[in-house]
C-alpha cells in the first residue's frame, strides 16, 4: 500500500512565499500578495522581487536565499520564460 502524501504544506502553510510580488495593484503578484494579507493568513509571509523594497507593509526579499525562516509553500507569479531559473 503507497502512503499518501502530506498535504498540509499546501493546505495548512506555516509560511508562505510570493515570488514576483509587486506594488503595481494590476499584476498578479500584488493581488495575491494581497489577498493573503488582507484575507486573515496568520502565518509568515514573505514576498520576493528582485528590486526589494517594501509592499503592503511587508519587507521584500531579493531573493528567496535572504529569507531566514523556513518556507512551506511558495507561489510563482512571474512571466513564464523566467519560472525555471526562480525555481532552480
Known amino acids: 500500500m503507497r502512503k499518501s502524501p502530506d498535504l498540509k504544506y499546501l493546505f495548512e502553510p506555516r509560511s508562505v512565499a510570493v515570488i514576483g510580488a509587486s506594488k503595481n495593484p494590476e499584476k498578479i503578484g500584488y493581488r495575491i500578495l494581497s489577498n493573503i494579507i488582507h484575507g486573515g ?15 503592503l507593509g ?14 512551506d509553500l511558495s507561489i510563482i507569479a512571474i512571466p513564464a520564460p523566467y519560472v525555471y531559473d526562480a525555481v532552480k
Do not use: A, Q
Open 41 to 55: 493568513y496568520k502565518g509568515e509571509v514573505y514576498p520576493v522581487n528582485v528590486k526589494g523594497g517594501e509592499i
Open 58 to 71: 511587508k519587507k521584500v526579499y531579493r531573493s528567496v536565499e535572504e529569507i531566514d525562516g523556513e518556507i
